[in-house]
């Protein structure tokens, strides 16, 4: 099985730039006008025109973190992480695809992770969401939200996993395009992931962990519960898996 390591794999790149200008079009849709113009049904039926055809080599796991009882962090209002993980995820799913990137979601719907073998239900949860990953030729992206006892803290946080050295860049992508595109004041520098980031520590294939936003922030927790700001939100993601794609990996070490 293929991996990012391997030099053999050739992205289709006249193809794939189909697919980049297109996402960079949705992208200059949805940010030239306050109201969001373009539906992620209409990116799909431009997808279906045929305007946009090509397959890259390589899957983008999408994942959802939390899910059935472990809701992960709780918003004053009550609001569970788990559910704005999902709808992200289920939006990004949809964009991805919509331009010939292949995708999967390692939970589509409220439940945890777990088959009832060993060890606790929780890491049995999470090493599931890694063992989508198993045989490589595959990004991960988990999606998550934050939570901090200063209520003033907010903005997208990106963490990688120092496993593949593509990790990193992928990280400075998606970091660089929320501040250029949705977040002109967020400061934050991504982070490499220690061991308290189970996902990110045992991932072996270029991997990132999305903290979206804070929940703990009332500004930040409105944004993120509307349709309109997670489109965004997944418009900016998207933007940078498809330019991190039509780069290829990059030169591991030696
Ligand atoms: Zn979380």
Known sequence: MKNLSDKSIVL??????LALAAVFAAVAVIFSSPALRMTEEEAARLADSGAVKSKPTLTVIIDAGHGGEDGGAVAADGTCEKDINLEIARRLYLIL????????MT??????????EGGTKKMRDLKRRIAATEGGGCIFLSIHQN???DESCRGTQIYYSKNAPESQKLASDLQNAVKTYLQ???KRQIKPAG???FVLDRCTVPAVLAECGFLSNPGELSLLKTEDYQKKLCCVI???VAG???DGPAPGPS
Not at 12 to 17: Q, R
Not at 97 to 104: A, H, K, M, N, W
Request: proline share 5%; with cysteine.
């Open 12 to 17: 289709s790149s006249y193809s794939f730039f």
């Open 97 to 104: 695809t919509s331009y010939g990137i292949d995708c999967r």
């Open 107 to 116: 939970r589509d719907d409220d439940i945890m992770l777990s088959d009832g």
């Open 147 to 149: 939570k901090f006892p």
């Open 184 to 186: 002109p004041d967020n």
């Open 195 to 197: 061991s308290e980031i």
């Open 238 to 240: 998207a933007f940078s």
């Open 244 to 246: 991190f794609l039509l």
